[in-house]
């Protein structure tokens, strides 16, 4: 019986090394997508904050003796 050594092998010997580099620069480039979106988020949550805190009335001010 050879099932024990079909068990063991860790994979298959005959795997294309052209298609596992394709897959690992598509998990690369979907993880750094992935961190993009994240950094972008807190990007726009940061601003969104900012705009909340130096909000000002939209009415013209009588600066410089203007009406």
Do not use: I, Y
Not at 27 to 46: E, H, N, P, S
Request: hydrophobic letters at 45%.
């Amino acid at each position: 019986m050879n099932a024990r050594n079909d068990v063991k092998k860790p994979f298959d010997q005959n795997l294309d090394p052209r298609l596992v580099l394709a897959a690992v620069q598509l998990r690369f480039a979907a993880r750094v997508d992935g961190l993009v979106a994240r950094w972008l988020q807190r990007c726009a949550a940061k601003v969104e904050a900012a705009q909340h805190l130096f909000e000002t009335d939209r009415k013209p001010t009588s600066e410089f003796g203007m009406t």
